[in-house]
């Protein structure tokens, strides 16, 4: 049964499966580990266009290797779980530094990597040289645990293990390449989330969860908690010039390193603390639209002022900056952000 969930699904493939994707041509290690890591919580439609601008600008390890923190996080600007950019940049550096330029073979040592980890070094070295290793990102622990009847959250220590047993059973031996792209778009097109197509799938007919009627109850989710909600007022700050004063993120937390508009908790300490950071007069605020930012683990209700018009005594500081309003894509920027200033009209 083994051997032919995977040559049913080899078969199928070849029919229907995705063999057009920009990463799959060529398939470097390079091309797949970046799509892997772009991939991670992000669909593939939204990925293509960010994996083709990336790769232009930054063709191979060691030009992201050798790229400055702004730039990579400027290419990824949009995407977000910006952690990932960050990894990327650092594996690529202790690449240079400490594997020859390359990425490694060893899947032990790949996955110490930043950011890669078990599923993604398996991934890598499947698509990019056709070893044998076994992937279980969240699509394939969707297929499996429907087609094998696995109950419990995925992200549980004990369900991945049953699920990491079942994938290491089913990965086959040869065209290791073709089954994990295989089983990853069997997930994402067929074996979907809600409203899987079962009557398009190659194993359905001994697929636990469409024998016991169970697709909408397995895989079973995370269980569920409130979100909590924090606030905070963003200062959008123009010169008589439009430029608009960012400020660097601190080195840890929501945004890290990616530059941004100040913030204040209290409204009404926003002239006063533009003041003391940076010497800035500007004439009484007005209030532009909240606006509701829903991260993993909380909601972010902001408040954006506007400062028109504001005279600087001092922004000479390395984490701020008077940014021109037209150049966003030179700076990593959290893509609310990004939003708000766009949706800017010139000044007055």
């Known amino acids: 049964m083994t051997g032919a969930f995977a040559g049913a699904l080899l078969a199928w493939f070849d029919r229907h499966g995705r063999k057009d994707l920009p990463w799959q ?58 952690s990932r950019a960050r990894n990327l940049h650092r594996t690529a550096q202790l690449c240079a530094d400490q594997h020859g330029g390359e990425l490694p073979r060893d899947i032990e040592a790949l996955a110490a990597l930043p950011g890669i980890g078990r599923s993604t070094a ?72 809600s409203r899987p197509r079962c009557t398009e799938c190659p194993v359905a007919e001994h697929c636990a969860a469409r024998r016991g009627n169970l697709t909408t109850v397995l895989p079973q989710p995370k269980p569920k908690r409130a979100l909590p909600t924090r606030r905070t007022t963003m200062l959008v700050v123009r010169d008589a010039r439009g430029r608009v004063l960012l400020e660097r993120r601190p ?45 993993s683990h909380y909601r972010l209700d902001v408040t954006p002022l506007l400062f028109d018009e504001a005279r600087a005594t001092r922004v000479a500081d390395a984490d701020a900056r008077w940014h021109d309003a037209n150049d966003h894509d030179a700076l990593g920027l959290p893509a609310p952000v990004r939003k708000l200033l766009s949706q800017l009209e010139e000044p007055r």
């Open 122 to 193: 398996a991934a890598i070295l499947a698509q990019a040289h056709d070893e044998r290793h076994a992937i279980l990102d969240g699509n394939v622990k969707r297929v499996l645990a429907r087609w094998h009847g696995v109950s419990g959250w995925p992200g549980s220590t004990t369900t991945q293990r049953i699920l990491w047993t079942h994938a290491e059973q089913h990965t086959p031996s040869s065209r290791v390449a073709d089954y994990t792209q295989a089983i990853m778009d069997l997930g994402a097109t067929v074996c979907t989330r």
């Open 25 to 82: 041509h060529p398939r470097t290690p390079y091309r797949a580990w970046l799509s892997e890591i772009m991939l991670q919580q992000t669909q593939v439609r939204t990925v293509v266009p960010y994996f083709e601008r990336f790769v232009a600008a930054l063709p191979d390890l060691a030009s992201l290797a050798a790229a400055s923190e702004d730039r990579v996080l400027a290419l990824w600007s949009g995407l977000g779980y910006y």
């Open 251 to 295: 080195p840890a937390g929501v945004w890290a390193r990616l530059w941004s508009l100040p913030e204040v908790d209290d409204a009404s300490d926003a002239a006063a603390v533009l003041l003391r950071r940076h010497g800035i007069d500007a004439p009484p605020p007005r209030a532009l639209a909240p606006f509701v930012h829903v991260f």
